[in-house]
């Protein structure tokens, strides 16, 4: 196993020969792609989507489980330059309709809270309360969206959303899980509260052994 990231991919402009180095030495592959029409996100993405059918037969093995997507976390989206943040939201509310990224569950990890991509028609979000807090938002971004929500604390019905206008955040989760009816992609984000002491402390001694 690689002592550092499985890959890194991109078209690696900004690597420095040295830190090439580094990671090639434990182990990281280094692949170069310099499409012009693609950000280092999208690359990674259809990176992972080119070897989905291997993970899911293996996590199939392992669990016993058939999933139908590989669900794929991606962290610090959100973080630094404000133009790179507004790439990373329209990446993943775009790569809904993206026929090479079909089987990724897509969710970016943005501070205290999870963003990811409902589809239009029905969808139902599990709510664990023992993994997600109770804040929510549905936030529609390509184009106004009209919704019907069923399990927030102000549920609503044929509701239209827009930039401009009206707009559902700080709702909050009061179902097991929530169902959503939308005429058009918008962006769900649900809230993730704090480690508590105890869970620290669990996953700490996991780390350790």
């Known amino acids: 196993m690689p002592q550092g990231p499985n890959t890194i991919i991109g078209d690696l402009d900004s690597l ?4 090439e180095q580094f990671f090639r030495d434990r182990g990281t592959d280094i692949l170069r792609d310099n499409d012009l029409y693609s950000t280092d996100f999208t690359k990674a993405l259809k990176h992972i989507s080119s070897k989905t059918k291997r993970w899911l037969d293996y996590s199939h093995q392992r669990t016993g489980r058939q999933e139908q997507a590989l669900k794929v976390l991606i962290f610090g989206g959100l973080g630094g330059r404000a133009d ?5 939201i329209h990446h993943l509310y775009m790569a809904v309709q993206d026929p090479s990224l079909a089987q990724l569950d897509l969710y970016l990890m943005a501070g205290d809270s999870v963003i990811f991509a409902l589809n239009q028609g029905a969808n139902v979000v599990e709510t664990p309360q023992n993994l997600l807090g109770e804040n929510i938002g549905i936030i529609p971004i390509g184009r106004p969206a009209r919704i019907t929500t069923k399990g927030l604390e102000w549920d609503v019905q044929d509701w239209e959303t827009t930039f401009g206008g009206q707009m559902s955040t700080s709702n909050w989760i009061r179902a097991p899980q929530i169902e959503v009816e939308t005429n ?3 962006l769900f984000t649900v809230e993730i509260p704090p480690m508590s002491a105890e869970d620290e402390r669990v996953q700490k001694s996991r780390r350790e052994h």
């Open 16 to 19: 420095r020969p040295e830190t």
């Open 84 to 88: 790179q943040a507004f790439s990373q």
């Open 184 to 186: 058009e992609r918008v």
